[in-house]
Nanobody
């Protein structure tokens, strides 16, 4: 089994910064991508930022220039640095590991963290 544990988040005033970290552990042979999604009340879950193997980071238009995602493939960790936060960034943020193989021949699966709340006040 694979577990994703998130840390960080919390409350901040508009214009402030927060960092989120996620660590994947368990029976992991390989991971294709790691990244962050978010879900605000009454809205669908949406991509924030994602990093796939041998590919540049991919960002939602709404966070480009403000957020930065970094991934350590050897440690199976991903970090999201969020700067110039806005009230509309308020949401539950979820870490996702995509295309996870638990052995060389296993099928690929996606895993999600439990979510961490980010609240930005105006």
């Amino acid at each position: 089994q694979v577990q994703l544990v998130e840390s960080g988040g919390g409350s901040v005033q508009a214009g402030g910064s927060l960092g989120l970290s996620c660590s994947a552990s368990g029976s992991i042979f390989s991971i294709i991508s790691m990244g962050w999604y978010r879900q605000a009340p009454g809205k669908q879950r949406e991509l924030v930022a994602n990093v796939a193997n041998d590919a540049p980071a991919n960002y939602a238009d709404s966070v480009k220039g403000r957020f930065a995602v970094s991934r350590d493939g050897a440690k199976n960790t991903v970090h999201l640095q969020m700067n110039s936060l806005k009230p509309e960034d308020t949401a539950v943020y979820y870490c996702r590991a995509g295309g996870v193989a638990t052995s060389p021949l296993s099928p690929l699966s996606d895993y999600w963290g439990q979510g961490t709340q980010v609240t930005v006040s105006s």
